[in-house]
């Protein structure tokens, strides 16, 4: 079992940065993969970026593509998010989860663990 808590959204203003963090209890961090995952008011939740064992491949949406990069701690049992150049349309409720998978995955069905997650709130 892996709990999953997220922190660091907040309000920002278009062109501005925010920093989300997850913590992740237990000791088998570094087996999961981890990603992150979105969901705008109205829509479905939507793949972000993910991040394989090691932190060494990552991979994301294009939507946030040069923007946003995805790392890992595994010391720490932490994976971030830095979020720069932010648009409106990034509003939203930002997950993190955590998958057995070996591989980078972006299908939402490929996780077995989520956080509550953390709301990013980009004005105009």
């Known amino acids: 079992q892996v709990q999953l808590v997220e922190s660091g959204g907040g309000l920002v203003h278009a062109g501005g940065s925010l920093r989300l963090s997850c913590a992740a209890s237990g000791r088998t961090f570094s087996r999961y993969v981890m990603g992150w995952f979105r969901q705008a008011p109205g829509k479905e939740r939507e793949f972000v970026a993910a991040?394989?064992?090691?932190?060494?491949?990552?991979y994301y949406a294009d939507s946030v593509k040069g923007r946003f990069t995805i790392s890992r701690d595994n010391a720490k049992n932490t994976v971030y998010l830095q979020m720069n150049s932010l648009k409106p349309e990034d509003t939203g409720v930002y997950y993190c989860a955590a998958s057995f998978s070996y591989f980078l995955t972006t299908a939402e069905g490929n996780y077995d663990y989520w956080g509550q997650g953390t709301q990013v709130t980009v004005s105009s």
């Open positions: 991040i394989n064992r090691s932190g060494g491949s990552t």
